[in-house]
Each structure stands twice: as C-alpha cells, then as structure tokens.
C-alpha cells in the first residue's frame, strides 16, 4: 500500500533529478570548451607523441589503409574488383569503418588512460573527450587523403556528390563525442568490456557492409545490413559518390540515432562525472 | 578575500571485489584509514568528520603516519574529490602539487609541460610566453628545460612543478610531500617564495613527514590519524 502511494511522488522526482543531470553535463560541456586550448594542445602531443617514437609516425595510418582497401580490392578481384566502383566502394567503406573502429576502441580505455590527468587535475571530463575526438580526426585525416586519392585515380572527378557526402562526414563527426562519451563511461564501469568491444569491433566489420554489397540477399546479410546502425553511418558518406543518389533514408537514421546517443551521453556525463575519479 | 572553510568533510573509497583464492583474516592496523564492509564491496574511509578554517595568511602543515588521509584531503581541497559527506567553501584560484607522474606528460620537454600546466590553468597562451623565462630561471634548469620531462630527476622534477605552479600565482596552494624532494638550496628557495605567497594573503596547505620543513614553512599544524582530526595547533 506505502510503496502505491509513493509511486508518484518517485516519478516526479526523476525529472528535476534529470534536469539537474543535464545541467551537469552540459557545465562539464562549456567549461571544457572554455578550455579548448587544452584539449588541442593534448590531441597535438598524442600526433606529436606518435612521430617521435616511430619513423612515419601517424602516416602508418595511411599504410594500414591502403594495404586494407588493396587487400579487400583484390581478394574480391574474381567478382567485382574490375569494376573501379567496388574499389571506390571498399575505399569509402574501409574510410568510415577505421574511424569508428578507431574511435570506439579508443574509447573504452579512455579514462584509464587519461588517469593521471583525471587524479591530479580538476579538468572537465568532456576535455578529455575532445582530447581524443580530434586526435581521431586527425588521424583519420590521413586516411581522407588516401581515400581521395583513390576515388581521383578511380576515375571519380570531383563534383556536387562529393557536397552530398559531406553532410554524412558531418554527422559521423558530430556522433563522435557522443560515441566516445559512452564507451568511455563503459569502459570505466566494466573494465571487461574493453575486451569485448574489441573484439566485437574486429568481428564486426564482417557484419557490417564494409567490403561486402548487399543486393537484397535474404538471412544474416539482411539483418546485418537493416539492423547494424553502422551501415547507416556507412552509407550516408558512400552513396552519393558510388551511386549519386542523396542518402536520405541512411542520413535519417544516422540522425536519429545521434540524437539518442547524444541522450546517453549527457545523461552518463551528468550523472556519473564525478564518480569516474574513484573507478579508475 | 581567500579562505577555506571544512564542515564535518568524509570521504569514502569503494573498492570492487575482487575475487582471491585466499581469505587473510583482517589484522588491525596502526596505518591507514578503516577498511569495512558494504554490500558486496570494501570501502576505506579515509577521511572522517574533519572540520576546519583558514583564512588568507595562512600556512598549514599536515602531518600523520601514511595512510592517515594526508593526500586524501588536498585533492578534496583541490576538487578532484567530491566529499561524501559534508561541506566545502573555497574562495580563491586553487593550485596544486601532487606528484610527478600526475599532470606532465613524460615525453614532453620542461618547457612544453610548462605551456600545458598554465593552459590547464586557464592562462592564455601569451600570459604563459611572458612568464615563461621567470619560470626556467627559478627552477634553475638550465638547458635541461628542452629535453623531455622523463630524463628528469625527481629533484629536477619537483623544481620544474613548483616553479610553474608558484609563478602562475594561485591563491590557495595545495603540495604533497614529495616537494621535499629538492636539495637544500632549493628549499630555501621555496621556502622564500612561499612566504611570498602567504603575504600576498594567500593560503598554503602542505603536507609533509619532514617536521623540519613543516617548523620552518607553517604557521599552523594539522595531525591526522585514520582521518580524523587528533589536533590542530
Ligand atoms: N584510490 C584509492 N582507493 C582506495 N583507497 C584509497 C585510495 N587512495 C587512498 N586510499 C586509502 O585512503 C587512506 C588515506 O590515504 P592517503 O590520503 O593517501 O594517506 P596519506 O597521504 O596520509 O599517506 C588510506 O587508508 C588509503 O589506503
Ligand atoms: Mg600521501
């Protein structure tokens, strides 16, 4: 009968407990924008840090790509690698999939990583999720490059569906934060999961319409293809190059999915900010 | 007007589980805070009902066997901590020294973490360039200010943080023991700059095994045992 009686009560104090969570995030927010000079300083050292341990420092990333897209390119050769559309296909495919690989792998060890600056300073976290989003930028800069270069040499002149394509590279960039924010706190809470999202990530790319072209095959493809988001994000950026068409069924979803993790996010960041501190 | 105020501060640590195939008995322990047992998780309370003031001018040395909350209570004074329970009220640009490891980055130069340390502060970048020169000539590092932080030695270290943190002017300064790492020279030094400091009505609370230096530096003493306050004097 109590419990009855307090139900409503207990669903009135959610929203202010909400709000107050939202108002954390989005202070933890501005003051990390405030501070943005810190955060492009720390992306310009891990670049930095990667070019004075190794020789091609971050154009390893360049490598890795084109031996990816070459790979993929040429297994396929039998089907449809004389075709300069697949490659241009792979190319885009293998673009977008590295950077979220990337991203969220990157992620889930975050605050481990970052734990001397979280024990020992009081930066905002966000700062940190910058940190790491525009290194990922960065990084996958490189990866543009190699990627232009192949669609040029492909035979893909530049013209207005390279505009359409943007708006997908805008969303996937605008998805990043949010994308870092909840593996991060993920990691944090489970230390597991780094294993298993790593895994999941390695795995995932055979589920995900990286190399392969889903032709409306029934079964596993099916599924993976509707039901993966990560096919939107794919497709958002690839379409209008590969077949000139606005994606705007792929940019829908992408949108629409941003918009949740972006709930997520701020609601992890409001609510557990303060705790990450003592988990790590 | 810069002070610290403590009100009844806790804080509590919650350790996970972890799964061991042995189970010691627990042995009472003259270190540390109290080890006890929530739920399915251990907890520390390292800090217990401490309550104090300061007020601009001040100098305080915290002094305890380890484990007695000592560093504990400067990153709750910093804000790293939320307390569990209690309250805090700080007026004042806090600044602090932990350790080395702790906010420089290893394969940076000196003069690098420098620049780092005033934008993690908030300074802008030319405030940083005009201090720069007063920074490397107070911790005397020479050329050694262009090779990275790692080759450094921990005195060398210890030099560099407190060079930066005290020419960035804080109001409130908070140092952990292993500023004593400096050779003698240089504690006077920063002995010198730190009387500054608490002349420009600022605060300092340093804590330190070393009785001498606490003597020399501090116009008040805090004694903390298992987190609790045993005096202050
Ligand atoms: N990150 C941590 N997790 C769990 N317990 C901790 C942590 N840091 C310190 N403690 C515990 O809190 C107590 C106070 O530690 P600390 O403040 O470091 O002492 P001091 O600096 O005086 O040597 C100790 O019992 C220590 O074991
Ligand atoms: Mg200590």
Known sequence: MAAKDNAPEQRIAILPAMIAALNGAFDDISKAMRLHRVWIALAHEDIGDQHRRTTLGPLWMLVNYFAFVGTFAFVFVTKDASNPSYIAYVAIGMLVWFYLTETITMSVSLFQREASFIQGTTLPLFVYVMRLTMQCIIRAGYSLAGCVLILLLGGYGINTNWLLSLVGLLLLILATPAFVVVFAFLGAFFPDSEFIVGNLMRVGMFFTPVFWVYSGQEGIQEYAYNWNPFTYFLEGVREPITTGIFPGHALAVTGYFCLGLWAIALLLLGLYRKRIVFLI | ?233
């Not at chain 2, 002094?63 to 209690?86: D, E, F, H, M, R």
């Not at chain 2, 973490?113 to 911790?139: C, P, Q, Y």
Request: hydrophobic fraction near 45%; charge should be neutral.
């Open chain 2, 1 to 233: 007007m810069t002070s610290i105020t403590l009100n009844n501060v806790s804080l509590v640590y919650r350790l996970f589980e972890k799964l061991t195939l042995s189970a010691p008995g627990r042995r009472r322990s003259a270190l540390g805070g109290n080890i006890a047992k929530s739920g399915t998780k251990q907890v520390v309370q390292a800090l217990d009902g401490v309550s104090f003031e300061l007020k601009a001018g001040d100098r305080l040395g915290l002094v305890g066997p380890n484990g007695a909350g000592k560093t504990t209570l400067l990153k709750v004074l910093y804000g790293i901590y939320q307390p569990s329970g209690g309250t805090i009220s700080i007026t004042g640009k806090v600044d602090a020294l932990f350790n080395i490891h702790i906010g420089f980055r290893p394969e940076a130069t000196g003069r690098r973490n420098i620049v780092l340390r005033g934008l993690i502060s908030g300074w802008t970048a030319a405030e940083i360039e005009e201090k720069m020169e007063e920074i490397i000539d107070f911790s005397e590092l020479g050329d050694f200010i262009d090779l990275p932080f790692k080759a450094y030695s921990q005195g060398m270290a210890a030099r560099l943080a407190f060079a930066a943190a005290t020419t960035l002017e804080p109001e409130i300064l908070l140092m952990d023991e292993w500023i004593g790492a400096g050779d003698a020279s240089f504690q006077e030094k920063a002995k010198r700059r730190m009387d500054e400091l608490a002349e420009k009505a600022g605060i300092i609370v340093l804590a330190s095994h070393d009785d001498a230096l606490i003597q020399r530096v501090c116009t008040k003493k805090l004694t903390l045992r298992a987190g609790r306050v045993e005096s202050l004097a």
